[in-house]
């Protein structure tokens, strides 16, 4: 089993990115996938959930209507449109299938102000 993110970086305050996660070895298109960060010195938190369908998305307070969840079943692949960016949301961002407790390894957003 493996959950491999990409597409994080360094973005001014206000930019945009898009986060994937690359799922392999258990079958993708069944379990609901979730998104969380962890800043440093703080507890991971949740911050966003989508169905495996992809029908339904939840999303924590602090992102919601900027961040965007969505999944191709037919790539295994979850993703997380991150619009508005802001300094707070500097993270590590990890992949989760909740199901499963699969984790990927994580990457790095930084957000400069």
């Known amino acids: 089993v493996q959950l491999v993110e990409s597409g994080g970086g360094l973005v001014q305050s206000g930019g945009s990115l898009r986060l994937s996660c690359a799922a392999s070895?258990?079958?993708?298109?069944?379990?609901?996938m979730s998104w969380y960060r962890q800043a440093r010195g703080k507890e991971r938190e949740l911050v966003a959930h989508?169905?495996?369908?992809?029908?339904?998305?939840n999303y924590a307070d602090s992102v919601k209507g900027r961040f965007t969840i969505s999944r191709a079943n037919a790539k295994n692949t979850v993703y997380l449109q991150m619009n508005s960016l802001k300094p707070e949301d500097t993270a590590v961002y990890y992949c989760?299938?909740?199901?499963?407790?699969?984790w990927g390894k994580g990457t790095l957003v930084t957000v400069s102000s």
């Open positions: 989760h299938a909740p199901a499963k407790d699969y």
């Open positions: 070895g258990f079958t993708f298109r069944s379990y609901a």
């Open positions: 989508i169905s495996s369908s992809g029908a339904s998305t």
